[in-house]
């Protein structure tokens, strides 16, 4: 069964930094990418970064270079999206996504994956 849970969402302070996990069901590193997309109110959802668990050789892809990382935490099925220098505008519902894939280098539209998660609050505020 599919299942995707973030965590380590939060209200910060413009400067901080945050640390995200999306806990994945094992199966999902076998033939999935799973990606990192946020959504602030009004705004439509935008991917930030991704990373294709099957093949090691991709390079993660990032929407945003420098103030978001993304990892993988083999040992606990766990993707992290390392957050710092949070700033107001980084405000939103963080969401972790998956989609089947398994070779290449993942992408970040939202329409192509298929199972998500319930989304983490990240409130950047001082």
């Known amino acids: 069964q599919a299942q995707l849970v973030e965590s380590g969402g939060g209200l910060v302070q413009p400067g901080g930094s945050l640390r995200l996990s999306c806990a994945t069901s094992?199966?999902?590193?076998?033939?999935?990418?799973i990606a990192w997309f946020r959504q602030a109110p009004g705004k439509e959802r935008e991917g930030v970064a991704c990373?294709?668990?099957?093949?090691?050789?991709?390079p993660y892809t990032s929407s945003r270079e420098g103030r978001f990382t993304i990892s993988r935490d083999n040992a606990k099925n766990t993707v992290i999206l390392q957050i710092d220098s949070l700033k107001v505008e980084d405000t939103a519902v963080y969401s972790c996504?998956?989609?089947?894939?398994?070779?290449?280098?993942?992408?970040?539209?939202?329409?192509?994956?298929?199972?998500w998660g319930q989304g983490t609050q990240v409130t950047v505020s001082s």
């Open positions: 996504a998956a989609r089947l894939q398994i070779f290449g280098r993942c992408g970040l539209s939202a329409s192509t994956y298929n199972y």
């Open positions: 094992r199966f999902m590193w076998e033939n999935y990418a």
């Open positions: 990373v294709n668990l099957s093949d090691r050789t991709a």
